[in-house]
């Protein structure tokens, strides 16, 4: 069993900063890309924040590109975002995502995992 624990979500005012964590929990193999999406109020689809490879290879959409930073301690199994200038249009669930190697009926096969959400509001 694989747990996706995320936290740090919260309630900032507009040019404020929060810092999101993301905990991977279970029996792996190896953890290989990471990524943060959001889900705006209102919006059926989750918005892809951030991505980084194992190797520590980053990615940003431009809408928080200069503002947000994914990072990894893979020795704790955790994936971080360091979210700088918030704005309001910032404000939805945040997800975590992580591509996971492990066994499975005696096979070792890639699983995709989601966390729970941790809800980011920015408002004055």
């Known amino acids: 069993q694989v747990q996706l624990v995320e936290s740090g979500g919260g309630l900032v005012q507009p040019g404020g900063s929060l810092r999101l964590s993301c905990v991977v929990f279970?029996?792996?193999?190896?953890?290989?890309?990471m990524a943060w999406y959001r889900q705006a109020p209102g919006k059926q689809q989750r918005e892809l924040v951030a991505?980084?490879?194992?190797?520590?290879?980053?990615n940003y959409p431009d809408s928080v590109e200069g503002r947000f930073t994914i990072s990894r301690d893979n020795a704790k199994n955790t994936v971080y975002l360091q979210m700088n200038s918030l704005k309001p249009e910032d404000t939805a669930v945040y997800y975590c995502?992580?591509?996971?190697?492990?066994w499975g009926a005696g096979l070792l096969k890639g699983y995709a995992y989601w966390g729970q959400g941790t809800q980011v509001t920015v408002s004055s």
């Open positions: 995502n992580a591509d996971v190697l492990r």
């Open positions: 991505t980084i490879t194992s190797g520590g290879s980053t």
């Open positions: 279970g029996s792996i193999f190896r953890l290989n890309n």
